[in-house]
């Protein structure tokens, strides 16, 4: 009998100890390795583990006195309430805890283990959250909170993942290769976003890498950032949370550099080969043999060639998980699929893919049975590659004419490609390289030792890379123009509308001086710049960038691409806030067009997005019906695809609450405009814009209840919010401003309404002329307010603007115009033209009740100034048929001192004896 293969036992014993006692005889039943002298000595190793005290496997500070783990639960650690044990490692527990807010959630807490929690490596744990929280990807557990507990000891407060690892995952589901595939696709988009922040995660491996089910769909989800590092941080020889006494990663899924404790050499390509060994997992069902120990070491065995090597029953069992029998399997492993995956295993990191980005589009070829970049294959794989996607137009005839010439041609197309591939690997090196400095000088600017104990915000560390990036950092333009956009679009999340705007400028002007030839580049980066434009409120502008990108994504992408698609969404949400509604519907149906036209399951989200652009047209259309049908549509396919706190589905729920507004459910739209400002100020904070926009919608709703006393508050800060983000003469502090009017009218303060709007009006007037539809709905706030003061004749220009503009941008019968009309009424009563005002009263009365239903308030104020009208005209009898049930619509709406209320009241007074 051989020798044991020690490595390969090693690997599978740690790999056993990654799951409950119990299940780790049958962990090594599974893993099967070659003969049974080698399952005795795992058999053996776990024993004897199961029968020591641990205290060599624990690191010291577990031992340190305090309250045990276990003591933990039922308690609080903050705000949190903790439940159960998740889990323990080497720097702390993983506690299921809920948070009792408004979103009563379940999270996960992690808190440092006892010991640990010195000065500096505090400090070190808090830069680590802030740069981990920069990290926001559908496949990366998101950090929700951190904070330090009663005794001082930091803790991390993230996603509650509750998933599976991935490899129990796919074979509880007899998940089979294209499918698994898929999932390891997801693996790597999060690991790539997370080094495009420069973090990488030093210990992927099935345990930190559940699937959870959302909807109908498997979503991976990567946890446990505990170990990792920015990229070329150890370089300074500065100690982190995650070096302290510790070896780095896992066996058996750890890089040769990571396993000769080299861990100030590890890179991304670290993270590839721990992605290489989850493939392989993935793939076959058991690790990699043998394991290399140094970077000199030979390469595994090809996945087929292990595959060759497990008994013949292993082989059923697992390829009956994979859905397929062994000899199919054996196929489909061997030529590409092992170039992938040895590739990625290399064991010197020189010869693995440079990047996760390249590993992912030798992942796509697969998909899409084109030829690999791992290997350089012979000319008779590329004309097979050509032949499966073009099954139809390849007949025999034609191969057997043109074989000779094909022979020729793929040599030559073989050499360029390869020589493509490494010119591509090197440029991916640089940047990365690049990256590297530019972020080790950044975070050691911000070393807690540097700083003197200060903690630098996160605010601090954009400004400094935002500086360094105009001083010309670094060098290479593209990877520079990258570097400036992203820093733009964080300043856009916070709120920092100007810092965003100049930063954008300036990598648009890069990109043009020095990338003129990358058409997407530009592209993309004039699409950013007219998105912040538009946050901004400057429209004018934000259009003529934005027409300019949607025609350069043309040239660039084609005309039925996502990308044009998107930009046509772009263009029609701009066009809708310069109330140009029927040039918005035509860019928004353009879109949609596209989007039918190619029928991708890839533009689910884009065309999410697209519905809510429709339906917001819709809605201020007036078709409340249509617009509901689809902001309930984009919903229900959010709430099947991401968590209920995610903001995407806050920001659905908000829409579909503002359509509930506009019919006058108030009591539905204040739940949901409730529960959306709990997640806006737990993702943004409580002074971000996107904040006082719940605030704002949660006032209205409130005020058309008849609570004005309880909105002014909320308006209050809404606008101080906006006024401190944006500026006073930004639409949405004007916004602000005409909500705060129709609140100091509904308690009876007309005079203070009137202020408010005025300086509405000065902003409206400048940013969207004197025909936008916002013009119309102030004017109707500004005549309800001036016909409570002395001075009512001043409602009558304002009257005049606001039909005038009703009538060009809706059509007969929308609510505004209806509005427009009684106030018309009301004026000529009081100007002693009866039977205009009765016709006019008439009009509106109609067009409101064609639009909602008996018992809406917006009726029962409208059956008021036709019920006055009727007085004046001695027809008492009709008057008091209409003012009962409205009196007691009215009361029940608003509160008793809103004019509407107090008028009604008092003309009922006035004639019942």
């Not at 323990?88 to 299921?96: E, W």
């Not at 003129?516 to 530009?522: C, F, S, Y």
Request: glycine fraction near 6%; include cysteine; proline fraction near 5%.
């Amino acid at each position: 009998m051989s020798e044991p293969d020690w490595p390969r036992i090693w690997a599978c014993f740690h790999a056993a100890l990654e799951v409950p006692a119990e299940q780790r005889l049958a962990r090594v039943d599974a893993l099967e390795p070659d003969d049974e002298s080698v399952r005795a000595q795992l058999r053996g190793l776990l024993r004897a583990h199961a029968a020591s005290d641990s205290f060599l496997r624990t690191p010291l500070a577990e031992q340190l006195d305090g309250p045990s783990d276990e003591a933990l639960i039922g308690g609080q650690i903050g705000r949190y309430r903790i439940e159960a044990i998740l889990g323990r490692g080497g720097m702390g527990t993983v506690f299921l805890a809920r948070d009792p807010g408004a979103l009563d959630r379940a999270v996960a807490l992690k808190l440092i283990r006892r010991g640990l929690d010195t000065e500096r490596i505090v400090a070190r744990f808090e830069l680590e959250r802030q740069s981990l929280a920069l990290m926001q990807h559908p496949h990366i557990a998101a950090v929700h909170d951190a904070g330090a507990s009663a005794d001082s000891r930091p803790y991390l407060v993230m996603e509650c993942v509750r998933g599976q690892p991935i490899d129990a995952f796919a074979d509880e589901h007899r998940l089979d290769l294209p499918v698994r595939l898929a999932l390891f696709e997801q693996v790597c988009a999060g690991v790539a976003h997370a080094h495009q922040k420069g973090v990488i995660h030093r210990d992927l491996k099935p345990s930190n890498i559940l699937v959870e089910t959302l909807g109908e769909q498997p979503c991976v989800k990567i946890i446990d950032f505990g170990v990792a590092r920015i990229i070329g941080a150890s370089r300074d020889g500065a100690a982190t949370l995650t070096e302290v006494g510790q070896r780095i990663g896992t066996p058996g899924y750890m890089s040769p550099e990571q396993a000769t404790g080299q861990s100030g050499q590890t890179d991304a390509r670290s993270d590839v080969y721990a992605l290489g060994v989850l493939l392989h997992q993935l793939l076959v069902g058991v690790l990699p043999a043998p394991l290399p120990q140094h970077i000199d070491a030979p390469s595994p065995r090809s996945p087929s060639a292990l595959w060759r090597r497990l008994e013949v029953v292993q082989q059923r069992r697992l390829a009956q998980a994979r859905q397929t029998d062994p000899r199919a399997l054996q196929r489909r492993l061997h030529g590409e699929l092992d170039w992938v995956v040895l590739q990625a295993l290399a064991p010197d990191p020189a010869r693995r893919y440079a990047s996760v980005e390249a590993l992912q589009a030798d992942l796509r070829r697969l998909r899409q049975h084109r030829p690999v970049a791992a290997a350089a294959p012979g000319w008779s794989y590329r004309v097979g590659k050509f032949v499966r996607r073009h099954r139809v137009g390849s007949g025999f005839a034609l191969v057997l004419l043109c074989l000779l010439a094909l022979f020729g041609w793929s040599r030559w197309q073989q050499q360029r490609q390869t020589a493509q591939a490494l010119a591509q690997a090197e440029r991916q090196r640089d940047r990365a390289e690049q990256v590297s400095a530019f972020l080790i000088e950044l975070f050691q600017g911000a070393d807690p030792e540097i700083q003197q104990g200060r903690e630098p915000s996160v605010n601090e560390l954009l400004d400094a890379a935002a500086q360094r990036l105009r001083a010309g950092e670094p060098g290479d333009p593209a990877l520079r123009a990258r570097l400036i956009e992203t820093i733009a679009q964080v300043y856009l999340r916070l709120g920092r509308l100007s810092e965003a705007a100049e930063l954008q400028r300036q990598g648009l002007a890069l990109r043009q001086a020095e990338l003129p030839e990358d058409l997407a580049g530009l592209a993309d980066a004039q699409n950013a710049l007219a998105i912040i434009l538009r946050e901004q409120g400057e429209l004018a502008q934000a259009e003529s960038v934005q027409r300019a990108a949607l025609n350069r994504q043309r040239e660039a992408h084609g005309p039925n691409s996502a990308e044009l698609a998107r930009s046509h969404n772009l263009l029609g949400l701009l066009l809708r806030a310069r109330g140009q509604l029927d040039l918005a519907q035509q860019e928004l149906l353009a879109a949609e067009a596209i989007y039918r036209t190619r029928a991708d399951p890839a533009d689910g989200l884009a065309l999410a997005a697209l519905g809510n652009s429709l339906a917001g047209v819709l809605k201020d259309r007036g078709n409340l019906v249509a617009a509901e049908q689809r902001y309930a549509a984009v919903l229900d396919w959010r709430q099947r695809q991401q968590p209920d706190d995610h903001v995407l589905l806050a920001n659905a729920r908000n829409n579909l609450a503002s359509v509930r507004i506009a019919q006058g459910r108030y009591a539905e739209a204040e739940a949901d405009f409730a529960a959306v400002l709990s997640i806006y100020e737990a993702i943004y904070g409580h002074e971000h814009p996107t904040t006082a926009t719940a605030l704002n919608n949660l006032a209205v709703s409130l005020n058309r209840q008849g609570q004005p006393a309880r909105a002014e508050p909320l308006l209050r800060r809404a606008l101080a919010i906006r006024q401190a983000a944006l500026g006073d003469d930004h639409a949405e502090v004007a916004v602000a401003r005409y909500n705060l009017g129709a609140a100091l009218y509904g308690q009876n303060r007309s005079e203070e309404a009137l202020t408010e709007y005025a300086q509405v009006e000065t902003v409206f007037l400048a940013r969207y002329g004197a025909e936008h539809p916002r013009l119309a709905m102030l004017a109707n706030q500004q005549g309800q307010a001036w016909l409570e003061t002395p001075q009512w004749r001043e409602a009558v220009p304002v009257n005049a603007r606001a039909l005038t503009i009703a009538a060009q941008h809706w059509p007969k019968g929308h609510e505004v115009h209806a509005e427009a009309l009684a106030i018309a009424a009301e004026l000529a009563r009081r100007q002693g033209d009866l039977p205009k005002a009765l016709d006019l009263a008439e009009q509106a009365r109609q067009m409101q009740a064609n639009r909602v239903a008996a018992g809406d308030a917006r009726l029962a104020a409208i059956e008021v100034v036709l019920a006055s009208v009727l007085i004046d005209l001695d027809r008492k009898d009709e008057a008091e048929a209409l003012l009962r049930p409205a009196q007691a619509v009215l009361q029940g709406q608003y509160a008793a001192e809103d004019p509407r209320c107090r008028r009604a009241r008092l003309m009922l007074v006035a004639i019942v004896p």
